[in-house]
């Protein structure tokens, strides 16, 4: 069907994107070891939240509406 092709491509360039920033943002391991739970948990919900709403706006920003994905087919 018409349309899979460039529809994959926004999803990878969005995964693209999203392993980017996470590689980016994510701290090193010696840091993650040495905080305590509560500094693990607040850079954890730091880094989902980041990476969901830059996420997002990369499927946004390639053409990935959210009509497209919720519209019924007919």
């Known amino acids: 069907e018409?349309?899979?092709?460039?529809?994959?491509?926004?999803l990878v360039a969005?995964?693209?994107?999203?392993?980017?920033?996470?590689?980016?943002?994510?701290?090193?391991?010696?840091?993650?070891?040495?905080?305590?739970?509560?500094?693990?948990?607040?850079?954890?919900?730091l880094l989902i939240g980041i990476s969901v709403v830059g996420y997002f706006v990369t499927l946004y920003l390639v053409g990935l509406r959210p009509q497209t994905l919720l519209a019924q087919r007919r």
Not at 2 to 10: D, M, Y
Request: aromatic letters at 14%.
């Open 2 to 10: 018409a349309g899979w092709g460039l529809f994959i491509i926004r």
């Open 14 to 45: 969005a995964n693209s994107v999203l392993a980017a920033m996470i590689i980016w943002i994510n701290s090193d391991l010696s840091l993650w070891i040495e905080w305590e739970m509560f500094e693990r948990v607040a850079q954890l919900l």
